[in-house]
């Protein structure tokens, strides 16, 4: 343990940080010139396979032949750990963007550079307000044809796979595309809650069957968002 501690404070982490301050800055600097956040996004695959290979991480991916390269989808995702990103990034072959908190797109050049690169903002704290970003999320995705990630646990989950929040059915209803359940295994085990200590461990991504959206209805979500709660726990080995 105490070897394994060491590589990780004097080894991985100074990598880590490394590799996110340059690719930070390159992904930064190409926001400027695209607007499409396709750049930002090849910038953001090479950070997440970087940060996996640093850390000692091997990924088995399976079900990638669920996913249509000409195709958008609502990716639904188990979250255990802030590993789970590069995992998703690194491995997933679409164009992937993300919900970030309202009050980081405040935040000078962060805020402008997130937005150029395409990710989507969501206000947390206020339910009428929320519901707001995902309308206007799932009118961005259907018009510009992205697939968005999301982990309605609302957080990291410390145990068990908990109750599912309903934005990410919400989202795919509105905008009218498939809802991708996604199971994330061994991240926990790579970086742990409240910990900095990143230990080598194998990770396996699982991508379930896209389920169709088309002609549901907003108050279908409920039901939806069960059927991908339990598709999830299948999908990552745990009771329902």
Do not use: C
């Amino acid at each position: 343990m105490f070897l394994s501690r060491l590589r990780a404070y004097l080894l991985i982490d100074p990598l880590i940080i490394l590799a996110t301050l340059i690719l930070g800055t390159l992904s930064l600097a190409a926001s400027l010139f695209d607007r499409s956040g396709r750049t930002q996004h090849a910038v953001a695959r090479a950070w997440g396979r970087i940060l996996l290979a640093v850390s000692g991480v091997r990924v088995g991916v399976e079900g990638l032949e669920n996913l249509a390269a000409d195709s958008n989808y609502v990716l639904v995702a188990n979250h255990r750990s802030y590993m789970d990103i590069p995992v998703l990034l690194a491995y997933v072959p679409l164009q992937i963007r993300f919900f970030a908190k309202k009050g980081l797109f405040r935040i000078p050049l962060l805020g402008g550079h997130l937005r150029r690169a395409g990710h989507l903002a969501v206000a947390r704290d206020n339910p009428r307000a929320s519901l707001k970003s995902l309308t206007e999320a799932a009118r961005l995705v259907r018009e510009r044809g992205l697939s968005v990630v999301l982990f309605p646990e609302g957080g990291r989950a410390p145990g068990a796979l908990r109750p599912f929040k309903e934005g990410a059915t919400y989202l795919a209803i509105k905008a009218g595309i498939p809802a991708v359940p996604v199971g994330l295994i061994g991240t926990r085990q790579v970086l742990p809650m409240q910990s900095f200590h990143v230990r080598p461990h194998a990770v396996t991504l699982r991508i379930g069957e896209p389920i169709s959206t088309k002609g549901m209805r907003l108050d279908e979500r409920g039901m939806l968002n069960d059927t991908l709660r339990s598709k999830v726990a299948e999908l990552i080995g745990e009771p329902e």
